[in-house]
């Protein structure tokens, strides 16, 4: 029925579509746009709830007073935890859509738990559960799967978390945090196995800790990855492909060496780079043809002297020389790559 409530829930779901796609098109920030469409969406389903499962307003009231009728309450469910990781679900699954798969993944196995536990405490709830059914189901279900199923999953998020966490942070800040936190789960272990923590104070104490670790998780998925070195595109000497061109007309490789070359395509055609004798010549070596990206190609230098290199597919638009020497240098520094810094740029 529409009434304030759904009224609401309604105009706040148009209100996040339009700030969404306002928000978008003048910061071009994706991150903020899915947050606040998913917002929407929620709002949405919770006014469609409201609408559906409301009584229409009263009406006014009769000159004269009914007389009190007595409710039925039998079938009113008893408080449940179980919305409120649903709603946690939802979010985890918005924060993943917008940064980072793994979080995706996290957010569905917590919204099936959450759905199939708020079924489990309404079928429980319900006057022909029994005992012996709860025995039963706690033997053949809760402790062979229920119980491994669910530490693995828990143990499994934490670990994503903790990845994401650690390759947010800077090569120097990790080991420091790895140690804080491999410390902080001795001490917890230390303090359950010698004190006698009531069951109550356990579920908050792993409550507590799993959000953090999730939380961390998702900040550190939000911040995004530090940049890392790659090997084996360090010492590499440097060629690039962009609108049919070579970068260089000339290279500059030590006689006989292995080397490692390595080669960006910056076009939508396929390039390559290969290596030859002279014009025309079979080649030395032939790099595989690449689409749009990188490669790394790796070959020995023959002997020192003047050779060409060219790409295959455009050999008379994209060819240079190569000069082979006993002394030419070493490739150059990759002044590009830097370790430590964090790539903030979500
Ligand atoms: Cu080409």
Redesign the pocket.
């Known amino acids: 029925m529409f009434n304030a409530a759904s009224r609401t829930y309604f105009i706040l779901a148009g209100a996040a579509v339009v700030v969404g796609f306002g928000y978008v098109f003048t910061t071009g920030d994706r991150v903020g746009f899915t947050a606040l469409v998913f917002a929407g969406v929620t709002a949405l389903a919770l006014g469609v709830g409201v609408f559906g499962f409301t009584p229409p307003e009263p009406l006014p009231a009769p000159e004269e007073p009914a007389e009190p009728r007595a409710v039925d309450t039998t079938d009113v469910p008893s408080p449940s935890a179980w919305p409120l990781v649903g709603a946690v679900a939802v979010a985890v699954l918005a924060t993943g859509l917008a940064t980072d798969t793994s979080l995706i993944a996290i957010g569905i196995v917590f919204g099936l738990v959450a759905t199939f536990a708020w079924f489990g405490q309404v079928w429980r709830e319900h006057p022909s559960w029994t005992r012996e059914m709860s025995e039963r189901l706690h033997d053949r279900f809760v402790v062979p799967i229920g119980l491994p199923g669910t530490i693995v999953v828990l143990a499994g998020i934490g670990v994503v978390s903790l990845s994401r966490l650690m390759l947010a942070l800077s090569r120097e800040a990790a080991p420091v945090v790895g140690s804080i936190i491999a410390f902080l789960i001795l001490g917890g272990f230390y303090l359950v196995s010698s004190r006698n923590l009531g069951r109550r104070a356990l579920t908050t104490l792993a409550t507590v800790s799993a959000g953090l670790v999730l939380a961390s998780g998702v900040a550190g998925a939000v911040k995004g990855e530090r940049e890392f070195h790659h090997p084996e595109a360090e010492d590499a000497f440097l060629l690039t492909?962009e609108n049919?061109e070579f970068d260089k007309d000339e290279l500059d490789f030590p006689a006989a060496t292995k080397i490692k070359l390595k080669f960006e395509n910056h076009d939508t055609?396929?390039?390559?780079f290969a290596l030859l004798r002279d014009e025309g010549s079979e080649p030395i070596f032939r790099g595989p043809v690449i689409d749009k990206g990188e490669t790394v190609y790796e070959f020995t230098t023959p002997e020192a002297g003047t050779y060409y290199f060219q790409?295959d597919?455009?050999p008379t638009?994209?060819n240079g020389r190569v000069d082979v020497s006993v002394s030419a240098s070493e490739p150059p520094e990759p002044g590009e790559n830097v370790t430590t810094t964090s790539a903030g740029s979500h």
């Open positions: 492909a049919v055609v396929q390039h390559n790409c597919v455009h638009q994209m």
